[in-house]
């Protein structure tokens, strides 16, 4: 069985008084343990795939299923506990909640699923990452790659099977977004977690096992790599 | 130059933060045009015109009849056509209706003459008045209490009295005539034409009055008017030596100039602290006091609330600009002056203060139709209650400098906004900046005239800027503790955790909020709680053993038949007039007594004599009553008078007993052992030094309710002079004034409260991008919608319950030092009431705060994160 699987999905937004198709009939399906990146050039709807492939948007037409549970029509309780246990969550601008610290950032996801271990566990991460001596720090006091850092803590933390990366290295420096990219792919080997990344980076979709392209809305290529 | 296209699309863009910073205008001018023309209205119908509000130029006032030597100065002025006079008598009597008004009598007798209780019938005309003998009159139906103003032809000198036939006054009132109140007819059943009596004699009820002019609000009447023509005064029987009767001689004068000269030869020939000689300009009119006072009062309401609407305009704006800051910061990045952006931004303001004051001046208006309803029973019906064009002037000048400074220093604060905060860069600035001290010292400064503009009395604006700027400091000390208490908690449960968490949000403006709303909640729960205690005292706590029937003016002569009607047993106590001239041989200065606060010595006291103390009474001082080893005149003096002056055992006091001058030692101080209805007398004299002094006697009964009015019938019948008065109908009255008196402040002071929920909204909407921000990160971390709603419930209860528990304690001590030091009554608590205004008011800020934050907890992630991709 499939980790994911989407089943032609198509996605229009109306801006004004003009409709913009940013996808259209778009199918694929992702193992589990499957590194997939997804890559297109600005526009061409790779966020707004991974929006809906995560259950953070809804599509006009099609399904997806995470391991064979359709999530196409849940709601937004429903999605609740898919996002908690089951995803994990990486963006490009961080979306670190400003009035916690790294450490309670990280424990926050634990904490929602009532977990007893979650401070123990969260600085075990930390510790993982070298974030320990930044625990007690909020979001404005850490660097671009030490966010990213935490936040990646923080989507792992409670052992979910999918994680989903959107340009997780955007607004890092080269040095930063190569000592995260490791970082996830280590966690990501280790853990055996599925990994759906989205970028238009050329060399992270080298590392990828499987690249899906996209433009204009539309996958023209799928391309395995050995 | 302007870009009118620029500030429309700001305004449009910050849509809830305009609208609230408009709400706080028209906030403002509900309170300064609304209370400034319910006061205008209310001077110019009665209190504006002191010669009709006192009905003449000269008014001459004593508790007994006028001197000889007055009177023989007021005939010579009379006979050079100098003046002209009217006489008026008022006091209180039972009136009774009557059922057959018996064979006719007529009995010839001058004012003043010692009655008896024997009438010898004589028959007459049936021109005039009525009497009844004793043995023929019928026991009228029933009786009241009223309010008896006989008068001589001339009065009113001005002003109009209105009567409900509009005919004239002085072609109504005629012998054997009466003038009545609506409500005497409605509570004895009675029609214009009836017969009424009044005394010994039996009246006709001729026409109805509406209005009197020097008398606007009746309101404190223990009874209904009744006008009585003084032709009638001998008929009446019931103004003799020791009755109960206000003498008031009105003069007009020919020539304006000669005024004062008269008004002195006047009162040189008066009796000094016996007979008050005034002019209109000077003479105290109660009903002017009193609405000088109550006005006075929501005045100073007014200007909290002003305050309160002000501070809501500052945070309002406040958010608004911060809200444009980025967009400031690109203007600069582009090479826009701060003058450029300041002055933008203030017509921004002008054009958003423009839009309230127009809503705040209609809305007034409307406030205008309820305002009669709400003062129904305290102001002559047929006044009318408009917003005249000075009050709407006065509003617009003061609100728009209201505005003005209290938009100073947000505005002034962009220059502080560097071009850098496009990068949405938060930058700590400081608050010690110059512009800051001076700007917000001339708001304070702005505030204090302001204050002394409305009041208009120096110290009592310093003692209201010092009590609110306590209020305030308090409320802020107390907020504060509160706050850095809760931020050191480190709570377990997450909901608690995130909530308290938000209250540390930047922007949440959670201190403003507390204050505001701890000050403004702290004057309504004390309005209640000292109301509570005002009813405790004088309306609940009425003992079901204390008398509820009192009886004045029996003459000794009546006192074996009275007690015989009565039935009761009761005691009787023995009350002689007199007024205090001296305390050891210092003159009392009457004017200055007058204006004090509470009790004080000019007025006229009741003695009485007796050796023994009452039931309810003990010694303080002194090892008995009086004092057998002193020769001279005694007198014991009751606690209370102590707190008017300071006296001690062995001190004198000189009074004057009906004309002559008695000085007396103190020997003893007596204290009542419980403060319930029952009588007592601020001094006692030894038997012997008054017992055969000119005197009424008085006493208290405990009634069944049922047996009140035919008790009244009996005795009114038989002594017509005894005034009785119902004490559970006077505490009804009392309860209803203060009731209707204390809605009107509480509904004024709800705008306060307004005030602090626009300050609530005003600072949701300004932390609406981070509580959109921590919404969606929850929601994508899994926590349900519920979680969310839980987090902002909690953080809207905290900041409830912080400003209703710190107003709670803030009005507590406040009501009990009201209480205790200037009313003197007992305090309690009231703690139920109290929770439930917790309740209420803490339910009030949740329902605010959340219904303010709906839109943002349905904020969907995908919408949201988009548009953060986008920027």
């Known amino acids: ?226 | 130059m302007l870009n009118i296209h620029l500030i429309r699309r700001q305004i449009t863009a910050s849509t809830h933060q305009s609208v609230v910073l408009v709400l706080c205008v028209v906030l403002s001018m509900i309170t300064l045009v609304s209370l400034g023309g319910f006061s205008r209205s209310v001077h110019s119908s009665f209190l504006r015109d002191a010669r009709v509000l006192h009905a003449a130029d000269i008014i001459i006032h004593s508790h007994s009849s006028i001197s000889p030597g007055l009177l023989d100065s007021m005939t010579a002025l009379e006979q050079r056509k100098a003046i002209e006079s009217a006489r008026v008598y008022e006091f209180y009597s039972v009136v009774q209706t009557v059922k057959n008004p018996g064979r006719s009598v007529r009995r010839g007798k001058k004012a003043g003459e010692t009655r008896t209780n024997k009438r010898e019938p004589q028959l007459t005309d049936e021109t005039g008045p009525v009497m009844s003998s004793n043995a023929e009159s019928s026991e009228g139906e029933e009786s009241l209490l009223s309010s008896i103003k006989v008068v001589e032809p001339g009065y009113p000198f001005y002003g109009t009295l209105e009567l409900a036939s509009g005919r004239l006054f002085r072609e109504v009132l005629t012998r054997g005539s009466l003038v009545v109140e609506q409500s005497l007819l409605d509570r004895l059943h009675l029609k214009v034409g009836d017969k009424l009596r009044v005394g010994s004699a039996v009246l006709t009820i001729r026409d109805v009055v509406l209005q009197e002019p020097d008398r606007p609000v009746n309101f404190f009447a223990l009874g209904p008017r009744v006008f009585v023509s003084s032709v009638d005064l001998p008929s009446l029987d019931l103004v003799g030596k020791g009755s109960r009767v206000d003498y008031t001689i009105l003069v007009k004068v020919r020539d304006e100039k000669e005024l004062q000269r008269i008004a002195n030869q006047l009162r040189d020939a008066s009796i000094k602290d016996r007979e008050r000689v005034e002019t209109y300009r000077t003479a105290d009119s109660g009903v002017k006091r009193f609405f000088d006072n109550f006005l006075f009062f929501l005045n100073l309401i007014g200007i909290f609330t002003l305050l309160l609407a002000g501070i809501g305009i500052q945070s309002s704006l406040t958010a608004f600009l911060k809200e444009q800051e980025r967009t400031i910061a690109i203007m600069k990045a582009v090479g826009s002056r701060s003058r450029f952006i300041i002055t933008h931004y203030f017509m921004v303001v002008a054009v958003l203060g423009s839009i309230g004051t127009i809503i705040g001046i209609a809305a007034s208006f409307l406030l205008e139709k309820i305002l009669p309803d709400l003062f129904r029973g305290l102001i002559p019906p047929n006044v009318e209650l408009t917003i005249s064009k000075g009050a709407v002037a006065e509003g617009l000048i003061i609100g728009f400098l209201v505005v003005i400074f209290f938009t100073a220093l947000p505005l002034f604060r962009l220059k502080e906004v560097k071009p850098h905060a496009i990068f949405g860069k938060e930058e700590q600035r400081s608050a010690q900046s110059r512009s800051t001290w001076l700007t917000g010292s001339t708001s304070v400064i702005f505030f204090i005239l302001m204050v002394l503009w409305r009041i208009r009395e120096l110290k009592s604006s310093i003692y209201f800027v010092l009590g609110i700027g306590l209020l305030i400091l308090t409320s802020f000390i107390c907020s504060e503790g509160i706050l850095r208490l809760v931020k050191k908690w480190n709570a377990r449960n997450l909901i608690l955790r995130q909530a308290l968490k938000g209250l540390f949000r930047p922007g949440n403006a959670t201190r403003p909020i507390i204050v505001t709303l701890t000050a403004s909640l702290a004057v309504l729960f004390s309005i209640t709680v000292v109301e509570e205690n005002l009813n405790a005292t004088f309306v609940r706590s009425y003992p079901p053993d204390a008398p509820n029937l009192f009886f004045i003016d029996i003459q000794p002569s009546q006192k074996d038949a009275f007690a015989r009607d009565l039935a009761i047993p009761a005691i009787y106590y023995p009350v002689i007039r007199g007024t205090i001239m001296a305390v050891n041989n210092e003159p009392i200065d009457r004017e200055a007594e007058r204006h004090k606060r509470g009790d004080n010595l000019a007025r006229e006291f009741n003695l009485t004599y007796r050796e023994n103390l009452l039931e309810d009474e003990r010694l303080v001082v002194g090892q008995g009553l009086f004092r057998e080893d002193w020769p001279e005149v005694q007198v014991s003096v009751l606690d209370t008078v102590l707190k008017m002056k300071e006296l001690k055992v062995g001190d004198t006091i000189t009074f004057d007993i009906q004309g002559i001058p008695i000085k007396a030692r103190v020997s003893s101080v007596r204290t009542r052992t419980r403060s319930a209805l029952q009588p007592f007398f601020y001094f006692v004299f030894p038997d012997r030094v008054l017992k055969d002094a000119p005197q009424t006697l008085f006493t208290a009964v405990r009634v069944e309710k049922k047996q009140i009015a035919p008790l009244q019938n009996r005795i009114v019948s038989h002594f017509p002079n005894v005034s009785i008065i119902d004490v559970t109908e006077t505490v009804r009255v009392f309860a209803r004034v203060m009731d209707r008196l204390s809605s009107i402040v509480r509904f004024f002071t709800l705008f306060s409260i307004v005030a602090g929920i626009l300050i609530i909204i005003s600072s949701v909407f300004a932390t609406r991008h981070t509580r959109i921000q921590e919404a969606v990160y929850f929601t994508i971390l899994g926590a349900r919608g519920r979680f969310v709603l839980a987090v902002f419930t909690l953080e809207n209860l905290l900041i409830g319950l912080a400003s209703s528990l710190i107003a709670f304690v803030l009005a507590q001590t406040g009501s009990w030092l009201i209480c205790r030091h200037a009313l003197d009554i007992l305090y309690k608590p009231f703690l139920g009431i109290s929770i439930l205004m917790i309740i209420a008011m803490t339910t009030l800020v949740i329902a605010v705060g959340l219904g303010a934050s709906l839109a943002i907890i349905r904020q969907r992630p995908a919408a949201f994160l988009r548009e953060q991709t986008e920027e």
């Open chain 1, 1 to 226: 069985m499939n980790m994911l699987e989407a089943h032609s999905i198509s996605k229009t937004y109306t801006i004004g008084n003009r409709s913009i198709t940013v996808l259209d009939d778009v199918s694929l399906a992702v193992a589990q343990g499957e590194f997939l990146v997804v890559e297109g050039e600005s526009g061409s709807g790779k966020s707004t795939l991974l929006s809906i492939l995560s259950g953070l948007d809804t599509s006009d037409q099609g399904r997806v299923l995470i391991e064979g549970r359709d999530i196409t029509n849940l709601n937004e309780d429903e999605l609740a506990p898919l996002r908690n246990t089951t995803f994990g969550f990486v963006f490009q601008s961080f979306y670190l909640v400003p009035s916690l610290t790294s450490l309670e950032n990280v424990m926050f996801p634990a904490e929602l699923h009532g977990d007893i271990r979650a401070r123990e566990k969260a600085e075990n991460l930390l510790s993982r990452v070298g974030l320990s001596e930044r625990a007690s720090s909020f979001p404005y006091q850490l660097s671009g790659g030490e966010k990213q850092r935490c936040a990646i803590c923080r989507a792992l933390i409670n052992d979910p099977r999918i994680i989903f990366a959107d340009e997780p290295t955007g607004n890092l420096d080269s040095v930063n977004g190569k000592a995260v990219l490791n970082l996830l792919l280590e966690l990501h080997r280790e853990r055996r977690t599925t990994l759906v990344l989205v970028t238009h980076n050329q060399e992270i979709a080298g590392k990828a096992d499987r690249v899906v392209t996209l433009r204009d809305g539309r996958i023209i290529a799928s391309i395995a790599h050995a």
